[in-house]
């Protein structure tokens, strides 16, 4: 199954964050986006209902989960 996925993934994906300053950046005007509510993903602004499904990490880089469909 994650071949499969991998493969229908393939070279339709863009590079990763370069680093956690560039996320922290984008969280920033993620807020005031949110605020303002423009899209996408302001729907998502506090969505999570616990303190372990707020963040997570993956590859070195701490990921806000309300943030998700904006960085995609």
Do not use: A, C
């Not at 590079?15 to 005031?32: A, I, N, S, T, V």
């Not at 998502?44 to 209902?49: A, P």
């Amino acid at each position: 199954m994650r071949d499969k996925l991998n493969d229908f993934f393939d070279g339709k994906v863009g590079d990763k964050p370069k680093d956690q300053k560039w996320l922290d950046d984008f969280y920033k005007e993620g807020e005031e986006r949110f605020k303002k509510k423009i899209p996408p993903g302001f729907k998502d602004s506090g969505k999570e209902s616990n303190d372990d499904d707020t963040h997570f990490y993956n590859d070195g880089l701490y990921y806000e989960r309300q943030y998700g469909d904006l960085i995609l």
